[in-house]
């Protein structure tokens, strides 16, 4: 059984934490403990004195288990840029031992972790890594999601493609519906299913709110 998945996007906004935190529910009904984890975050807000994101609280809330907020996020940046321009204007750097140190600890106390990206594959984390090098260190099957609107076929095989390149194993992807009236949609998502060297895992259905039960019940995994 594998210990988690690393979860990367075609880009930013493709709807990767739903998919997710749809994925911990899909594990969860299974019968595994999961935990999900953001260690970068940009655009965060204040919450009671602290930078948070709301995709990461969205994760630490559908975990299995109490995790404290910083363990899940702990590079919580401010400024809605790429994570290392965010970081370089907080006056930091996003380090991976401080990353791996929270995640073993996750590790730790689940079955699974499911390791959410930013941004796509190749976005920096400071001057000298970005997202694939960071799932390279983590050691996990990579999940690409497909946010399904004009350019996905495109998005997708250049993401599959440098994931491949990286030398990570792709585990599958996962249509993300996100346009109500994308013209040709069952079109592009065949188009894509062909052009992947890797299993389709579900296509989550255009939706406004989320009821992750729901969205749980379109996805295809079985650990």
């Not at 403990?33 to 994760?59: E, F, I, Y």
């Not at 702990?74 to 204007?89: D, E, F, N």
């Not at 499911?114 to 594959?121: H, I, Q």
């Not at 592009?188 to 255009?206: E, Q, S």
Request: glycine share 8%.
């Amino acid at each position: 059984m594998t210990g988690g998945f690393f979860i990367t996007g075609t880009d930013t906004g493709v709807g990767k934490t739903w998919a997710t935190v749809a994925l911990m529910r899909h594990l969860q009904h299974q019968g595994s403990s999961v935990l999900g984890m953001k260690p970068v975050a940009a655009g965060c807000t204040l919450n009671d004195g602290q930078w948070q994101s709301a995709d990461a609280r969205l994760l630490q809330e559908n975990g299995s288990l109490a995790v404290d907020y910083r363990c899940i996020n702990p590079y919580a940046l401010k400024a809605a840029v790429s994570p290392h321009i965010a970081a370089a204007q907080a006056d930091c750097t996003v380090k991976m031992e401080e990353i791996l140190r929270n995640y073993y600890h996750l590790r730790s106390l689940a079955d699974i972790v499911l390791v959410e990206g930013a941004g796509g594959w190749l976005a920096p984390l400071n001057e000298h890594q970005d997202i694939a090098d960071l799932a390279a260190a983590l050691e996990l099957p990579v999940i690409l999601v497909v946010a399904i609107r004009l350019g996905c076929i495109n998005h997708a095989r250049l993401s599959h493609q440098a994931i491949l390149a990286s030398g990570q194993f792709c585990a599958g992807w996962i249509a993300v519906c996100s346009e109500q009236n994308m013209l040709a949609r069952e079109q592009n998502i065949k188009t894509i299913r062909h052009a992947l060297d890797a299993p389709m895992l579900g296509i989550l259905p255009y939706t406004h709110h989320p009821d992750f039960n729901f969205l749980s019940k379109h996805l295809q995994i079985t650990l």
